[in-house]
């Protein structure tokens, strides 16, 4: 049986989620909870990170080497760096990069030493949501709300899509254990643009039953 990681974003999601699975076990470990169950054919056990690079980090170990976890997907929430998306518009992170790491030389801005500059979603994971935008998401230890920091980030990262703070910690996780991994971000706001704070305000009323709805599609494409 294929066993299957999910890192939510949001405790109103994993509710949503949770009500899905079949056979549910709830266990708290290391003071997380995690709830394990069954979707037709697949093992899975999910977890709400918390926000973070050090949560994301631990809690993709966790589902690796206590649950024994095959590949990792995470969908979660980040805010838009490129113009020409929209509130609720999903971007599939094919690549994965840290916006706030500078390491010295010989290493490149964003690159963690050890490490490659750029993490991948496994191309067997991201061939599922053909329909979805695709690009690259920018990761770190910041809210960014401001047009001068996110502008900070593109002029770094002009093909950056989204930012948000854990994707590229499980991508660096994933990386380190040798795992398949999937991030998928759902776009709650967008720094700069008209009316951004009514829209992220809104964001949140659809915001976790679509991000189910895409993640039950992806469990059953798999």
Not at 36 to 56: C, E, L, R
Not at 115 to 139: D, K, Q, V, Y
Not at 194 to 202: A, P
């Amino acid at each position: 049986m294929k066993k299957i990681g999910l890192i939510i974003a949001m405790d109103k999601e994993m509710d949503i989620f949770a009500a899905t699975l079949q056979n549910l076990l709830p266990q708290k470990i290391y003071q997380r909870n995690f709830y394990s169950g069954t979707v037709g054919d697949k093992q899975i056990t999910a977890v709400v990170s918390g926000m973070g690079n050090v949560n994301a980090a631990l809690c993709t170990a966790d589902l690796i080497n206590v649950f024994g976890a095959d590949l990792i997907i995470n969908v979660g929430v980040s805010g838009g760096l490129d113009p020409s998306l929209n509130i609720g518009d999903f971007v599939v992170g094919d690549d994965i990069v840290y916006h706030d790491v500078w390491c010295g030389e010989p290493y490149v801005y964003g690159q963690i030493a050890g490490c490659p500059l750029i993490f991948h979603s496994a191309p067997e994971l991201t061939s599922l949501l053909p329909e979805l935008r695709h690009g690259l998401l920018c990761c770190g230890d910041m809210f960014v709300s401001s047009v001068e920091r996110l502008n900070n980030i593109k002029r770094q990262f002009p093909n950056g899509l989204a930012v948000d703070m854990e994707s590229a910690a499980i991508a660096q996780t994933c990386y380190l254990y040798n795992k398949p991994m999937l991030s998928v971000r759902q776009i709650s706001d967008i720094p700069g643009v008209k009316h951004q704070i009514e829209q992220y305000d809104s964001f949140w009323q659809n915001a976790p039953q679509n991000s189910v709805k895409l993640l039950n599609y992806i469990l059953e494409k798999l």
